[in-house]
């Protein structure tokens, strides 16, 4: 009896199909769970084993710093010598260029690390009165966003507008006033000789395009091109995919047309979802399996997508049971919803579940105001992923600027009417202060009105003076956790939980307005939306629970909400997922078993049409 081939041995068919397939251009199709990244570590690896590869020739680009360090670590433990070369398109593209600089002694790139030093002049002195740090700092990245979009699509200053009446983008500023300001961002950019990230990547791909000595050292060098998470890759960085890879055929790129969720950024999902049309002669695989999540959470994450989601493809089988099902619960307001939550990750807690493995989950930043202040009530540490705690936010200390700046002003009018007067002028862009941010921007509003609800918070607890200083300090420790240093519940948005897991997921919030947010009006918004909850509902390995509340702070009032629209799908999954005490660990080895001895699948031209 042969020893088994420590690459294959723990792989189901799909996988191990994916991992040995000796042709390229190859996609590999990985829904959440499916073990995408074992996938394409063992590939490189099995690649190079049998000759295929050489480490210093194969150049691995991922979407972040860290998941190019866990894919170098992860190959390492594989034997894989680490000569190879890993990192994202912006660091790569850099790496690339100052080599040709050296060589050709010329002056490296100058990088602009932050739009804000062109941009903030622009701004300021456009500015009809004195702005405040903060608020030029919400105004610097409303502009950079819509810079980064059009550079992502690789659109000029002079295609702006038509472009995004084009894509019926919402913007912040008019169209013709972002287009100038793009403009001259790029001016002042050229005088100055920098170059932002985005042209560090047209940067490399120009010079592979006009230099043939740089393109034959680039394509010698990197011979197998791997790229993770390739339906968030926008054109400029399908462009300079092309401008590594030739007319070459080792290309492998791994991704899920599902967790498409970076449209907004300029990603476009196309060359994935279309793969032999981008790339002709290519093969396509797709993984079959989910392990992350049990069979109860795959069906209410599957159910998210439904028909309208824009996603062909066959949905992913859940290898673990169902013991416990999915919940939708329903709130009388966002505070109860809140303080519901709190209770019961204490409750998870007790029952053995460490603080770490829960995660509590929202579309909007705003959101994580109340969830802040109840957890901290109960003690419970939590973490807030990727972002600041409510009251250290930018577009907080911009509102609390205004309320400070209406009590120096007219220091005899109490703290309840000076917060009366922001309630009441902030859907007025043009009343109060000549540096008063706009609050059409949804998400400044929806902070506004949390901020808000601190204040009558605040009024009604505070015995003795009210002013804003008071408020001010009350609000730090509102939101303030006591469990210094100690790993917590994660306060996590929908985006920014792409890519992460938990053992317990709460999914909040999910009414109209939220999900799908109000914004989105065009069906490839509300398609992203979809997809957007298909990854939040994903997150979760054993325990999902969903909820809406029937009341929640609008404009500085309390409006009744409706449910999601969706929230009938994730119903009826629910309902048609049976449920049963069940051996995990005796099923999972059972399923890992039949799954291993199941006939591979063949490699095909094309992704299967999904079947609903």
């Known amino acids: 009896m042969t020893d088994p081939d420590p690459l294959l041995a723990d792989l189901d068919a799909h996988q191990r199909a994916a991992v040995t397939e000796p042709h390229g251009p190859l996609a590999i199709l990985a829904p959440a769970g499916s073990g995408k990244t074992r996938v394409l570590t063992r590939r490189i690896a099995f690649r190079v084993r049998e000759q295929r590869s050489e480490p210093r020739h194969v150049l691995a680009v991922t979407f972040t710093r860290r998941a190019a360090g866990e894919l170098v670590d992860r190959l390492e433990a594989l034997g894989v010598d680490a000569a190879l070369t890993a990192g994202t398109f912006h660091a790569l593209a850099l790496a690339q260029l100052r080599r040709r600089a050296a060589d050709r002694r010329t002056e490296p790139p100058r990088v602009l690390d932050r739009k804000a030093r062109i ?118 960085q399908m462009r300079l995919l092309r401008a590594w890879l030739g007319d070459r055929a080792n290309l492998t790129v791994v991704g899920d047309a599902a967790q498409a969720i970076y449209g907004f950024a300029g990603a476009d999902a196309a060359p994935l979802a279309e793969f032999r049309a981008h790339f002709p002669g290519g093969r396509t695989i797709a993984l079959a399996y989910n392990y992350r999540s049990s069979e109860a959470i795959v069906a209410v994450a599957e159910a998210a997508l439904g028909p309208a989601a824009g996603v062909e493809r066959d949905p992913p089988r859940a290898v673990r049971p169902a013991d416990r099902p999915a919940t939708i619960a329903v709130f009388d307001d966002d505070a109860h919803e809140a303080a519901a939550i709190a209770d019961a990750c204490r409750r ?91 609050v059409a921007d949804e998400e400044l509003r929806e902070h ?91 997150r979760a390995e054993d325990t999902l629970h969903c909820s809406w509340a029937r009341l929640r702070t609008a404009s500085g009032r309390r409006s009744p909400r409706q449910p999601s629209p969706w929230l009938g799908d994730l119903e009826q999954a629910i309902a048609g997922v049976p449920v049963a005490a069940v051996d995990r660990r005796a099923r999972l080895g059972e399923a890992r078993a039949a799954l291993h001895e199941s006939a591979p699948p063949r490699a095909t031209s094309h992704a299967r049409r999904a079947t609903r």
Not at 158 to 166: I, K, L, N, T
Not at 370 to 379: I, P, S, V, Y
Not at 424 to 436: I, L
């Open 348 to 438: 998870e807690f007790t029952d053995g579940v460490p603080w770490h493995r829960m995660g509590v989950l929202f579309r909007t930043n705003a959101q994580s105001s109340l969830f802040e202040t109840a957890l901290a009530r109960r003690g419970v540490p939590f973490r807030i992923a990727g972002g600041a705690r409510f009251a250290t936010r930018p577009i907080v200390r911009t509102l609390l600027d205004r309320l400070r700046a209406a009590e120096r002003a007219d220091p005899g009018r109490s703290f309840a009417e000076h917060l009366a007067d922001l309630a009441a002028d902030a859907d007025d862009p043009a009343s109060g202060a000549e540096n008063a941010p706009a």
């Open 448 to 538: 506004r009105d949390a901020l808000l609800d601190f204040g009558r918070e605040y009024a009604e607890r505070e015995t003795g003076p009210r002013s804003v200083a008071g408020f001010v300090s009350w609000l730090d420790l509102a939101t303030r956790t006591d469990a210094r240093g100690e790993r917590g519940v994660d306060l996590v948005t929908f985006h920014r939980a792409k890519g992460l897991e938990w053992q317990v997921v709460f999914v909040t919030g999910l009414e109209r307005g939220l999900v799908p947010i109000s914004w989105a009006s065009t069906p490839e918004e509300r398609a992203e939306e979809r997809r957007l909850l298909h990854v939040a509902l994903g």
């Open 119 to 236: 941009l903030g002049p622009l701004l300021r002195a456009r500015a009809k009165g004195p702005a405040s740090n903060a608020a030029l700092g919400l105004a610097v990245g409303d502009v950079a966003a819509e810079i980064e979009w059009a550079k992502a699509r690789m659109i000029p200053p002079d295609r702006f507008a038509a472009a995004v009446a084009a894509a019926e983008r919402r913007l912040p500023r008019s169209s013709a006033e972002l287009a100038d300001l793009y403009a001259g961002y790029e001016s002042e950019k050229r005088r100055k000789r920098w170059l932002d990230f985005d042209d560090l990547l047209a940067g490399c791909a120009d010079a592979i395009e006009s230099d043939g000595s740089f393109a034959a050292a680039q394509r010698w060098r990197f011979r197998d091109l791997f790229v993770d998470e390739f339906q968030d890759a926008t054109p400029l």
